[in-house]
């Protein structure tokens, strides 16, 4: 049937082997890849025994396999087909020619997701360089090769840079092809992750919520660009604790993926995932395992037990178990996670380090401050070489290095850390993002620690008005930065002060979130603890108040003034 497929159509420069192509092409886009690998790793062959090495179809067939492997996380295999796919296209067409380019473009793409990201850099630059002298600084192709490099500067951390060339891209796009053509909101899109990381919500769900519009109009509510889209929104709505609104979004998404993909798609898989964040997020940590066994086990059965998918999957169910409290079950699959990640991706790889925070962070929990601390201060220092010493990783680093320093009353090696931490921060990111915030009450709750009330009182209020007007006044982040303010009077003794800030607290929190969500109940527990001494105190009669002693009176001086943490 194949001789005879290959007879009748040869005269039209089609080969036998392209049906392989277009079923391999389905299965890829399915995520099918171990049945579209088994396909092209065919095709491959043939056309080498065919063809030739160095055939234009036979490369073709090489990048086609790349791009499988790529999918299933095997980088190595990847990077070995693609930078011979490059040198190969050099040597045949040239190094400006397109192929050679889109060559180059695709090993950046492995180099950028095996975290080389000086690599990616490299020949990201040059394919833009090549591009526009080549096709000029408006052409789709030379558009597209902006939008990687931008992508490798975020990966970075090199948002002024990011923002820059994302904005330029989707202004000539809008030029070129119109305000809804699918490119332009594909970088609408993607400046506004840009906007995301660097805390500009406004600017983010704006641009968000016009490329979901525009594509529900275009291609309809459950095409799966729209489908991305809202999913995208869910995640600026997430990220500014709009819990509600990232909720209903996630779950419609989810919904329209089961029926238009399947219950085991990656994409369906993904948006489960996603919803269980938010429902953690939320204190349902029930809804939330129940999701993320299910991603877990169904990723396991069609990707395998060690593809970077399942490890993800396992990754967040183990946060799951650690808010829960199951240390022990989320101790071991973070151990799992890291030992496989340092076997897939190599020790220093960003998603190994990642799983290496997260098992240090479990440590933490259980008190296991020395297992922590060598982790944290391993993971730091790779990150300070890998990335260097203000990247967003980085800094993160160090500050949970600092709070395990924290809790082991190490103040003045905590207290460096944090320091650096926010300088950096307010000089990279600015004084108004999320991650420079929480550094600041980072260093106020180690000012507190220490005794140095002017300071961490400075410095609180200051989180504490930022997070208002950047997060909005339910925010748990703000929620949390007002108890830290509170224990701060209290402390200084401050009394009426604290104990409006802790009735205010809980009453934003038990209006937007009920009487019975975990943010809710640490509000409320606040305000018990602090009121308790003064209502055992007025409950009593006026004759046991005269007669009560100064040892009497030591047990609520001791509890109204003690210094724990809110």
């Known amino acids: 049937m194949n001789q005879l497929y290959f007879i009748d ?17 389905v299965f890829d886009q399915n995520g099918n890849w171990t049945e579209a690998e088994k396909l092209q790793v065919e095709v491959t062959e043939k056309r080498q025994q065919l063809l030739g090495l160095a055939h234009p179809d036979t490369l073709k067939s090489m990048g086609n396999l790349a791009e499988t492997y790529w999918h299933q996380g095997k980088w ?28 180059m473009g695709n090993l950046a793409i492995s180099y950028r997701n095996q975290g080389k990201w000086t690599e990616a850099e490299r020949l990201e630059a040059e394919v833009m360089e090549k591009r ?33 060339l994302q904005v330029e891209v989707m202004e000539k796009e809008q030029q070129l092809l119109g305000p809804a053509h699918p490119h332009t909101l594909r970088s609408m899109a993607n400046l506004a992750v840009i906007y995301r990381n ?28 729209t489908l991305i889209s809202m999913a995208n929104l869910a995640l600026i709505y997430w990220n500014q604790g709009k819990w509600t609104e990232a909720e209903k979004l996630e779950v419609e998404v989810m919904e329209k993926r089961q029926q238009l993909l399947g219950p085991a798609h990656p994409h369906t898989l993904m948006s489960m995932g996603n919803l269980a964040v938010t429902y953690q997020n939320q204190g349902k940590l029930t809804e939330a395992e129940k999701l993320q066994v299910e991603v877990m086990e169904k990723r396991q059965q069609l990707l395998g037990s060690a593809h970077l998918h399942t490890l993800k999957g396992m990754a967040d169910l183990a946060v799951t178990y650690r808010n829960q409290g199951k240390l022990t079950e989320a101790e071991k699959l973070e151990v799992e996670v890291m030992e496989k990640r340092q076997q897939l991706l190599s020790p220093t790889h960003p998603d190994t380090l990642r799983s290496m925070g997260n098992l240090a962070l479990t440590y933490w929990n259980q008190g296991k401050w020395t297992e922590a601390e060598k982790l ?46 926010m300088e950096k921060s307010q000089q990279l990111l600015s004084s108004a993002h999320p991650h420079t915030i929480q550094s600041m009450g ?34 748990p982040d703000t929620l949390k930065s007002m108890r830290n303010l509170a224990l701060i009077y209290q402390n200084q003794g401050k009394l009426a002060l604290t104990e409006l800030l802790l009735i205010q607290a809980s009453r934003k929190s038990q209006e937007f979130w009920g009487s019975n969500h975990p943010h809710t109940q640490l509000c409320l527990k606040a305000l018990n603890d602090f009121q308790r001494p003064k209502i055992a105190f007025t409950s009593m009669s006026d004759s046991e108040q005269r007669n009560m002693s100064i040892s009497d009176y030591m047990p609520m001086f001791i509890e109204a003034f003690r210094k724990e943490s809110i």
Request: aromatic residues 8%.
């Open 9 to 25: 159509i040869f005269k039209t420069n089609i080969y036998y082997d392209d049906i392989y192509s277009c079923f391999a092409y």
């Open 76 to 103: 190595t295999e990847a990077e070995t087909l693609q930078v011979e796919v490059m040198a190969k296209s050099q040597q045949l067409l040239g190094p400006g020619h397109p192929d050679t380019l889109a060559s």
């Open 132 to 164: 526009q002298q080549l096709l000029g600084p408006a052409h789709l192709h030379t558009l597209i090769s902006m939008e990687n490099l931008a992508s490798t500067y975020w990966d970075q951390g090199k948002w002024t840079e990011a923002e820059k």
């Open 198 to 225: 660097q805390g500009k919500w406004t600017e983010a769900e704006k641009l968000q919520v016009e490329v979901m519009e525009k594509r529900q109009q275009l291609l309809g509510p459950a095409h799966l660009h």
């Open 376 to 421: 944290q201060v391993e993971v730091m220092e790779k990150r300070q070489q890998l990335l260097g010493p203000t990247h967003p990783d980085t800094l993160r680093s160090m500050g949970d290095l600092a709070l395990t320093y924290q809790n082991q009353g190490k103040w003045t090696e905590a207290e460096k850390l944090q320091v650096e931490v």
């Open 442 to 475: 980072n260093l106020a709750e180690t000012y507190r620690n220490q005794g140095k009330w002017t300071k961490a009182e400075k410095l609180e209020v200051e989180v504490m008005e930022k997070s208002q007007q950047l997060l909005g006044p339910t925010h």
